[in-house]
């Protein structure tokens, strides 16, 4: 049996998770995990700050790794190795994750290994037993990153589309703010958007050029805040004979998934794949599912999402990753350091 310890630690949740498997298991599986969420530190300022996020990594690390283990009820010696995400991410929280790892597998003289964030995410599915072979189109939709990648038979990944301006997360969560919704907008919009009505609101769809892989999502977040304010934006409430903010709200939602939805077939049709794998925080919405599950039926054979509790940052998602590298011999020296970038 080998267990690894997987530390997240890339933005605002700090997070320790312990995964085990045995070798004739493909998928691992989750021991325990704690993931102590920053969300009422960043509140006030609507949006993730660096510098708050990565003093209170300090304070929690050692604590959040040391209940993980109590509460499963295992010692360090428990433990096979150490996986930690080092990028991409904020890098100051980043470090404190890499730097803690790096003690860690020193005092217990166990392997480190380095984790792409990225790629943990496309491997949450993994964690609800849905091991997807590659060759498959990895989707990532994030508070950080709108990705789409050609995962390659062999594993390698090539990045085919991203995002020119706001990645989809960061969308919701500055349309949630424009309409005066609390942080993170994500599940603020999804549950406003639950009484509103996706067609009451004519919202841009930015396709880019006709064969781009891209996305730009910039247009529609501005689109959201000149509904709700007005042209110049400069009241703060709504103006007079703006939409409801639930069907603005669902409009918002359905305008993003029809971008999702037409990118990820221009992508199918570009690559001749037909397995979609999909990871990060947005596919924690229950109607960006449902659009994309129903819409893309006839393109796939397979379309597969992490479970809802493994969508957003998390450490067990870095310590499936992690597992891998294990089996492969893929390990990490004292040199390791965190960056910000893919
Ligand atoms: O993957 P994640 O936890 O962190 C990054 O790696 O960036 O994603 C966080 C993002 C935030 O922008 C948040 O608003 C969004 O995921 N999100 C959602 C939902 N839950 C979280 N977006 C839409 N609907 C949700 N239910
Ligand atoms: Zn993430």
Redesign the pocket.
């Known amino acids: 049996m080998t267990r690894i310890l997987g530390i997240e630690s ?2 605002d ?1 700090c997070s320790a998770a312990i995964v085990e498997a045995d070798a004739n298991s493909d998928c691992p599986r989750l021991v325990h995990q704690i993931i102590l969420s920053q969300v009422d530190l960043h509140e006030a300022y609507g949006g993730v700050v660096p510098e708050i996020a990565c003093r209170s990594h300090v304070e929690s690390m050692t604590r959040v790794i040391e209940q993980c283990l109590q509460e499963a009820n295992l010692t360090r010696q428990d433990i096979g190795a150490i996986a930690v995400a080092n990028h991409p991410g904020l890098i100051g929280a980043l470090l404190m994750g890499v730097t803690t790892a790096k003690a860690l597998a020193w005092a217990w003289e166990i392997p480190l290994i380095a984790v792409d ?1 990225l790629e943990a ?1 496309l491997e949450a599915v993994a964690l609800g037993g849905e091991a997807v072979a590659p060759p498959f189109l990895g989707v990532i939709l ?4 709108t990705d789409l990648y050609h995962v390659k038979e062999s594993g390698e990944r090539e990045l085919i589309g991203h995002t020119e301006d706001d990645a989809v ?2 969308a ?2 500055k349309a949630a703010k424009a309409m005066g919704l609390s942080y ?4 603020a ?2 549950k406003a958007a639950l009484k509103g009505d996706p067609k009451a609101v004519e919202l841009p769809r930015n396709m880019l050029k006709k064969d781009s892989l891209n996305f730009s999502f910039s247009g529609v977040k501005t689109a959201v805040l000149y509904k709700w304010r007005g042209q110049n934006a400069k009241n703060q409430g709504p103006i007079e004979g703006a939409p409801s903010v639930e069907d603005l709200a669902a409009s918002f939602q359905e305008a993003v998934s029809d971008v999702l939805v037409k990118k990820i077939r221009r992508a199918l049709q570009q690559t001749g794949l037909k397995r979609v794998v999909l990871g ?3 596919t ?2 229950k109607y ?1 599912r449902e659009q994309l599950t129903t819409r893309l039926s006839t393109q796939v054979e397979k379309i597969v999402f992490p479970a809802f509790s493994f ?3 998390n450490g067990a998602m870095i310590a499936a990753r992690g597992l891998q590298s294990f089996r492969e011999g893929n390990f990490a020296d004292f040199h390791l350091d965190a960056k910000p970038s893919r």
């Open positions: 890339s933005c949740e964030h995410h994030s508070g950080g990153h997360g960061e919701f969560d993170p907008g994500g599940p919009i999804e990060g925080g947005v924690a919405n960006i969508s957003t940052d």
